[in-house]
């Protein structure tokens, strides 16, 4: 069965500042990997997704992830982050075609002015 | 389209009441789900179903029960409701098989519901 870990509870960053946030998961074969973020008292979203191809996939709200498969990583990144950005984050993992996903416990990012 | 819909927003319950979340989505999906979602935990499957009348559990699926009579409509039952059940719901849907978002779970605003 297929697992994800987020190692990062919460994460406090400063507007304007990079943010990257840590995804391992575990499966035996390529999985398929998605971000989403859910925003206070609200569903969650989907950022971005992997199926297959190019490791480096770009999300909606400027985001963008990389699929490492020697590391079991799939880590979020972004450039410069806006106050809108903090909310809580997502990583999942599916089997293709399962249609199940396991998602991880999730981070915590705080924007600070 | 109106996407996933889930009714109640909030519920408070007393231990041993049922009750009936709902969930219905309008984009002809065959995939649904129930996930709840606690503090430290993610999310975590309850129920599913690949299409009208087939469901199968999930991570977590007791004290819950599903049916799936129609593709647009997911309900999940509480049967005696339990302080472990206080937790947000979410239900989510998917696209059938081969179309270009498959496997792309789209999420309901979420039922947060306390019991007591």
């Known amino acids: 069965a297929q697992s994800v870990t987020q190692p990062d509870i919460h994460i406090t960053v400063s507007e304007g500042a990079s943010l990257e946030l840590r995804c391992n998961y575990s499966y035996g074969a390529t999985p398929y990997l998605f971000w989403y973020v859910q925003s206070p008292g609200q569903g969650l979203q989907l950022l971005l997704k992997?199926?297959?191809?190019?490791?480096l996939v770009q999300g909606i709200k400027g985001f963008e992830a990389e699929f490492k498969r020697s590391q079991s990583s799939f880590n979020l990144r972004k450039p410069s982050v806006h106050w809108s950005d903090a909310a809580e984050y997502f990583c999942?993992?599916?089997?293709?075609?399962?249609?199940?996903?396991?998602f991880g416990a999730g981070t915590t990012v705080t924007v600070r002015a | 389209n109106a996407g996933v819909t889930q009714t109640p927003k909030f519920q408070v319950l007393k231990t041993g009441q049922s009750m009936t979340l709902q969930c219905a989505q309008d984009m002809n999906h065959e995939y649904m789900s129930w996930y709840r979602q606690d503090p430290g935990m993610g999310l975590r499957l309850i129920h599913y179903?690949?299409?009208?009348?087939?469901?199968d559990q999930g991570e977590v699926p007791n004290g819950y029960n599903v049916s799936r009579s129609t593709t647009e409509d997911f309900p999940l039952r509480l049967l005696s409701a339990a302080p472990s059940q206080t937790s947000v719901y979410f239900c989510?849907?998917?696209?059938?098989?081969?179309?270009?978002?498959?496997?792309?779970?789209?999420f309901g605003p979420g039922t947060r519901l306390t019991v007591l």
């Open positions: 999942a993992v599916g089997a293709p075609g399962d249609y199940k996903l396991s």
């Open positions: 992997y199926f297959s191809g190019d490791t």
């Open positions: 989510a849907s998917s696209p059938p098989s081969g179309t270009p978002s498959t496997d792309t779970q789209y």
């Open positions: 179903s690949v299409g009208a009348g087939i469901t």
